[in-house]
C-alpha cells in the first residue's frame, strides 16, 4: 500500500534539504507541544513581541495567538531571528472585540485561560498546576491586560519580584514562564507531544517554508502522481 499523499509530498520536499535539516526538524518536532500555548494581547512593541517569538520556539511552544484590537503587530527580524517560520502563529484582527473571540476559542478547544498578572494574588508561577492545556495570557507593558481578558480568565499567575520595578517586561516574563513550566510538562504530563497527524501537518509546513519555489516543487510533485 502507498504511503498517504502527504507523507509521500513530504518525502519529495525533504529531497531539496539537507539530511541534518530534515534530521532537526523531525528532532525538534518530537519535543514540541500544544498543551501550553501563549496568547498575546495587542502588544504594540515588535521587539518584545518578537523576542516572545524566539522564546516559545526555543521552548518548544508550537501555537502563539496574536491578539490585535488597536495595534498591529508586525515581526521584527532583527529579533525573531527566523523563529516564526517554525510557529503555528494565529491572529484575531476581524472583531470589534478580538480578545473574547480567541480566548473563548481557546476555552472551547480545552484550554485552561491563565492570566499574567502582578496585580492578581491567585499563585505563583511555580504553583502553577499544569495537568490541563494551559493558555497563558500575556498584556502589554504599560497597561497589562484588558478588562476583558482578565474577566475571561480561569486564574491568574504572578512571578515573584522583590525590586521596586512592579513588572517584567513581556518577554523576559513568557521567558520566566516556559521555563518554568514547560520541564513541569514532559516530567509529570501524558500526551504532551503533538499526534502524529499534528506532527505530520506541521512537518510538512516546515518543509514548504524551507524549500526555494515550493507552488513549483508541489505542481512537479502532483503531475508525478
Known amino acids: 500500500m502507498r504511503p498517504p499523499r502527504k507523507k509521500r509530498l ?3 520536499l525533504s529531497e531539496y534539504v539537507t539530511t541534518q535539516r ?3 526538524m523531525q528532532t525538534v518536532l518530537d519535543r ?4 501550553l500555548c501563549v496568547v498575546m494581547e495587542d502588544i504594540y512593541q515588535s521587539q518584545n513581541a518578537s523576542a516572545v517569538l524566539r522564546s516559545c520556539d526555543c521552548f518548544g511552544i508550537q501555537d502563539v495567538h496574536i491578539i490585535e484590537n488597536q495595534n498591529v503587530y508586525e515581526i521584527n527580524p532583527d529579533v525573531a531571528l527566523g523563529s516564526s517560520k517554525w510557529l503555528s502563529l494565529y491572529k484575531y484582527n476581524k472583531l470589534a472585540n478580538n480578545t473574547t473571540t480567541c480566548l473563548s476559542h481557546l476555552r472551547k ?5 491563565v492570566a499574567a498578572s502582578p496585580h492578581q494574588d491567585d499563585c505563583l508561577l511555580e504553583a502553577l498546576p499544569v495537568n490541563q492545556k494551559t493558555a497563558l495570557v500575556f498584556g502589554t507593558e504599560m497597561k497589562g491586560l484588558t478588562p476583558q481578558a482578565k474577566s475571561l480568565a480561569d486564574s491568574f499567575i504572578k512571578i515573584p519580584m522583590v525590586g521596586f520595578t512592579e513588572s517584567f517586561n513581556i518577554s523576559v ?3 520566566i514562564c516556559l ?3 514547560t520541564p513541569k510538562i ?3 504530563i501524558r500526551g504532551w507531544e503533538l499526534s502524529k497527524g499534528e506532527k505530520t501537518e506541521i512537518l510538512l509546513q516546515w518543509l514548504m517554508r524551507s524549500v526555494n519555489n515550493p507552488e513549483a516543487l508541489i505542481r512537479h510533485f502532483e503531475q508525478e502522481m
Open 32 to 35: 514540541r507541544t500544544r498543551h
Open 10 to 12: 513530504i518525502q519529495y
Open 179 to 181: 521555563y518554568h513550566l
Open 22 to 24: 530534515f534530521e532537526k
Open 173 to 175: 516574563s513568557v521567558a
Open 186 to 188: 514532559r516530567e509529570t
Open 109 to 113: 478547544s480545552g484550554y485552561r485561560i
